[in-house]
């Protein structure tokens, strides 16, 4: 008798749950592997994790949102994708248990989510037809089969007559093996699906690199000299492109081939739609430009905001050329609809594309073609407006039609159809909580009121008075504006304040409004804890400051 045998029957029960819960993982990371080896070869969009978590995204009321980019910033996404896969595995170890006893009914459970993939793949606004369906179909149909196999391994079989008492009263064996080739095979798959997907995307890549931006004709005129002032801990007045923020719905950064792209401007008003190509675009008069672009989902004092250099060519000349005229001038379009590639769609008053302003289609930023992430290879800015109403990537497609008669994606979530940029201002430095030393402090940061420009920036210490920063040089109206205020600190604890004024003549408001509907205002404070420098220290070593230049 081996020392199995004289166990109790229930003392055997864990090892076998735990078994089964393992068959329902492996048979979950299968099906995933293979789902996601077929969504390399046919759309990296239409991977089952991808599919269904660009179908949460659409489906996340504000609030939630608003949360959680409060709480996991521009990660909300590897977030969500880890929800999903966390999901995906308790179901897994659910079926798995249910695959000991019943083994059909677990192999059918997963051929349901599998269904529940294909119909999130499918549904997508970008999805290219039924062919979307087959990664969850085939990773379900991988997984049912093997779960199958797996619980068949696990079943308690009858001792067969005339041969040694194996141990266990199920296949231990077989299952082993089983599951070894699996855990192989799944490995295998998930390589095959990660080289597949890099493949579709090599084109675009190749289109990338082939690139040359010609000189701009109208080139940005020159960054006068201190409106970057060096200053330890401000903002760089050029967002750099790589610590540019990057705000989009997209769970794949949606790769397209420049040689193939193509942008359809069509609609109401439009006597002459035309269809162009990125060629096309790089013929026309090409206009560089900064533009601060501002995210409609940033707190006060938030991230979301980024000043770069792009190049492209004006929407409204190449609109007057179709045919289009403004409201103001009769025109029978007031929205601008924008179309993604991934089927985002972003609407901007006509009016104001048209008013004079450089409204741009983008073809580069800060001198290099866009990168992906930032909507290769054509994307719009729109000076003064909010990126959810101004700054579609990846555009395909332009429709003048109405606000009356259509609604974009974040106007049916909620959002105002209309959002110009608030004035605001933040403080950079000193950050929030920091211990800087009594003396001069510098503080310092941004404003910005796209289009409308920054005449004054006021600082507040604690109740006192506001008192005037030193603004920076101004760059464009379209810019943001450097401050900065030498501040004498005393020790203890401190609120620091700041507000700016527009040009218009309207001082930024106190009133705390959220992001939802049409972008936060409010003012932005830093609370530090000034401490006196250590006594008896012979060559005090001051804080690194810098003047202005
Ligand atoms: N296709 C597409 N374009 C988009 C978005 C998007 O989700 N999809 N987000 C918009 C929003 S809300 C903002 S703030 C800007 C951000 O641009 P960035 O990521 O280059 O900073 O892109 C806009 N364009
Ligand atoms: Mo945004």
């Known amino acids: 008798m081996t020392e199995n045998e004289k166990q109790p029957r229930s003392r055997r029960r864990p090892a076998r749950l735990l078994l ?130 797996l619980a068949g391994r696990l079943a308690p079989r009858a001792p067969v007559p005339g041969t040694a008492p194996s141990g266990a009263d199920w296949d231990r064996r077989g299952f082993v093996v089983a599951a070894a080739a699996a855990a192989v095979a799944s490995a295998g798959a998930g390589t095959l699906g990660r080289f597949l997907s890099g493949a579709g995307g090599r084109d675009a890549l190749a289109s990338r690199d082939r690139i040359v931006l010609p000189a701009a004709g109208s ?64 013929r026309r008069d090409l206009v560089e430009r900064d533009i601060t672009l501002t995210c409609v989902s940033n707190e006060v004092g938030g991230p979301y905001v980024g000043n770069a250099r792009w190049t492209g060519v004006r929407l409204a000349g190449l609109l007057a050329e179709c045919g289009v005229q403004p409201p103001s001038r009769g025109g029978p379009a007031d929205q601008l609809v924008a179309r993604s590639v991934d089927g985002m769609t972003i609407g901007s008053p006509v009016e104001d594309v048209m008013d004079g302003r450089d409204a741009l289609l983008a073809l580069g930023m800060n001198g290099e073609p866009l990168p992906f992430a930032h909507g290769f290879p054509v994307r719009m800015v729109v000076p003064g407006l909010y990126g959810y109403v101004s700054a579609c990537k990846w555009i395909k497609e332009i429709e003048l039609t109405t606000f009356d008669s259509y609604d974009p994606y974040w106007v049916r979530r909620g959002w105002a159809r209309e959002a110009p940029v608030k004035t605001q201002s933040r403080i950079d430095t000193p950050r929030p909580f920091a211990r800087p030393r009594t003396g001069t402090v510098m503080v310092a940061g941004v404003a910005w009121a796209q289009h409308r420009g920054i005449d004054k920036v006021e600082v507040r210490v604690d109740d006192g008075p506001w008192q005037g920063a030193r603004l920076a040089a101004e760059d464009t109206t379209d810019t943001w504006r450097q401050w900065s205020f030498p501040w004498q600190a005393t020790k203890g604890g401190h609120t620091l304040t700041v507000r700016a004024t527009d040009r218009t003549g309207q001082v930024q408001t106190e009133r705390r409004t959220r992001t939802i509907p049409d972008g936060a205002s409010g003012w932005h404070s830093v609370v530090v804890t000034v401490d006196c420098p250590p006594r008896n220290h012979l060559s005090p070593s001051p804080r690194r400051q810098h003047a202005l230049p």
């Open 20 to 149: 089964g819960a393992l068959s329902g993982l492996l048979a979950g990371a299968a099906a995933l592997a293979v789902a996601e080896a077929v969504a390399g070869a046919v759309r990296p969009q239409a991977g089952p994790v991808v599919a269904v978590g660009g179908a949460a995204i659409d489906r996340t009321p504000a609030g939630l949102k608003d949360w959680a980019i409060r709480n996991f910033g521009t990660d909300d996404k590897l977030v969500l994708q880890l929800g999903i896969l966390a999901a995906l595995a308790l179901f897994a170890v659910a079926l798995g248990t249910v695959a000991l006893w019943f083994r059909r009914a677990g192999a059918a459970g997963v051929l349901v989510i599998g269904a529940v993939g294909a119909l999130a793949a499918t549904g997508r606004p970008d999805s290219t037809g039924p062919a979307d369906a087959l990664p969850s179909l085939a990773g379900a149909a991988a997984g049912a089969v093997l779960l199958y196999l």
């Open 219 to 282: 080139p940005a005129p020159a960054v006068p000299k201190g409106a970057g002032p060096r200053i330890a801990g401000l903002s760089p007045f050029l967002t750099p492109t790589g610590a540019f923020y990057r705000v989009d719905t997209a769970l794949v950064v949606p790769k397209v081939d420049a040689t193939t792209w193509r942008l359809r401007i069509h609609g109401r008003g439009v006597a002459r739609p035309v269809t162009l190509s990125y060629e096309d675009l790089l």
